[in-house]
């Protein structure tokens, strides 16, 4: 699989299945948007940093899951200073930091497998509902094999794209990578359907 | 291509009994056949290939712009909206689960609770609309699919991502609106170019479309031969 985010461990964290972390980080993140009093987001704060030490990943995978907001969150708070004041932009801020590193913790703690397959679990009781719930684990797995394949796809495009001296042109890129990628997803919808999948 | 295509329902009568497992209902117009989840799955990798080429966070706005809602745009151009949402859709659990599918090589569930949340569940409401009018069209031009590309890939996102990003950054909707503002010109340039590579991929590969056509008018379309 993909190199995801997980960091294999024994906490008791690892240890709880993927669907209940995952309602948990739904429920928290949802409770968590309606405190915004500095205590209680100072309390939040406080929590989050609790649960890296219960899960022991260390400094710098926490740094790793917040680190794509370091050029929005000054950004943030700049803007929600002009607009609401210093202290809240310096607490709405806080939380939203602290709600993307419980997020990335969740997947630190748990294998993307796992995920994928909580999400199956999820999906399971729209089966009442006419869902095809095999067809949609199906799915699933086809697109994470998809993922490489496309990406090389896209690069051979861009090499050609640049040999052409068309490097800037998005037509010249994206028309032949979508004609690719069909040619490709249609041949897989042969080779699936060769090996008996609609019978 | 859903129910009873003339090419697998050749004279033998051990097509609807031998299947494995339990069967999810009849197969209407939503099920999907291999053809189909071959193409949502490949057209989940694609948004994720188109978000790769690098994020570029604009000032004023703490949501990165990338060809990414191209993606979205071209799924449900593409795909119709039934299979145009299935690609997004699937594209977000990839990315919920971890992998670095989104803009910039992001991935994770802090996308999920953080600024551009709504904006993710826009994707999906976009694609579907965008399929659902290009569905609706007669012929695919490009003056229509940018139109169906203007309504459901920018205006539908934006109606989701705006009000979310309100909520979760603490800043009013008001301003929260003007600032988004500023993607409205590369996304309009998005919607142009989607509606370009929708009308070149379908002249460049006519089967680009079949299947869409076959499942959301059953009675309008040939049989899915070519």
Not at chain 1, 25 to 37: D, F, G, K
Not at chain 1, 82 to 100: D, E, F, K, S, Y
Not at chain 2, 202 to 207: D, L, M
Request: glycine letters at 12%; aromatic letters at 4%; a positive charge.
């Amino acid at each position: 699989m993909t190199p995801g985010t997980y960091r294999p461990g024994t906490s008791v964290l690892h240890r709880v299945p993927a669907g209940p972390k995952l309602v948990g980080l739904a429920v928290t993140s949802a409770v968590v948007l309606l405190a915004s009093s500095p205590p209680a987001v100072g309390g939040v704060v406080l929590g989050v940093g609790v649960l890296y030490v219960v899960a022991g990943v260390g400094w710098r995978a926490a740094w790793a899951q917040v680190r794509p907001l370091r050029l929005a969150a000054p950004v943030l708070v700049a803007v929600q200073w002009l607009a609401l004041g210093p202290v809240p932009a310096v607490v709405l801020t806080t939380r939203l930091v602290a709600l993307v590193a419980l997020a990335g913790l969740v997947l630190l703690t748990t294998r993307a497998s796992a995920v994928l397959a909580a999400v199956e679990r999820g999906l399971r009781p729209l089966r009442r509902l006419g869902v095809d719930v095999d067809r949609a684990a199906l799915v699933l797995s086809l697109a994470v094999r998809c993922v490489p394949v496309v990406a090389a796809l896209a690069q051979r495009v861009r090499d050609a794209g640049r040999a052409r001296g068309r490097e800037h042109d998005v037509r010249a890129y994206a028309v032949p990578l979508v004609v690719g990628a069909l040619r490709q997803a249609d041949a897989l919808g042969d080779a699936l359907r060769a090996r008996g999948l609609d019978d | 291509m859903t129910d009873a295509s003339p090419g697998r329902t050749s004279g033998t009568t051990r097509t609807a009994t031998t299947t494995t497992g339990p069967v999810a209902g009849p197969r209407g117009p939503l099920a999907l056949d291999a053809g189909d989840a071959a193409r949502v799955a490949t057209f989940a990798a694609l948004i994720a290939a188109l978000g790769m080429p690098g994020s570029i966070a604009l000032f004023g706005n703490a949501v990165p712009i990338t060809l990414q809602t191209l993606g979205v745009m071209l799924a449900g151009a593409l795909l119709g909206a039934w299979r145009g949402s299935l690609a997004v859709a699937t594209f977000l659990a990839l990315a919920a689960a971890g992998l670095p599918v989104l803009a910039g090589g992001r991935g994770g569930l802090g996308a999920f609770v953080g600024p551009s949340a709504g904006y993710l569940v826009g994707f999906l409401a976009g694609a579907a609309v965008v399929g659902w009018l290009v569905d609706r069209l007669g012929r695919v031009t490009f003056g229509r699919v940018l139109v169906a590309c203007l309504v459901g890939g920018v205006a539908v996102v934006y109606a989701f991502g705006v009000p979310v990003q309100s909520v979760v950054t603490g800043v009013p909707l008001a301003t929260t609106a003007r600032l988004s503002l500023a993607f409205l010109p590369g996304d309009v340039l998005k919607a142009l170019a989607a509606a370009a590579i929708t009308v070149g991929v379908v002249r460049a590969y006519p089967a680009a479309r079949r299947s869409g056509r076959t499942a959301g008018r059953p009675a309008a379309a040939g049989p899915a031969s070519s």
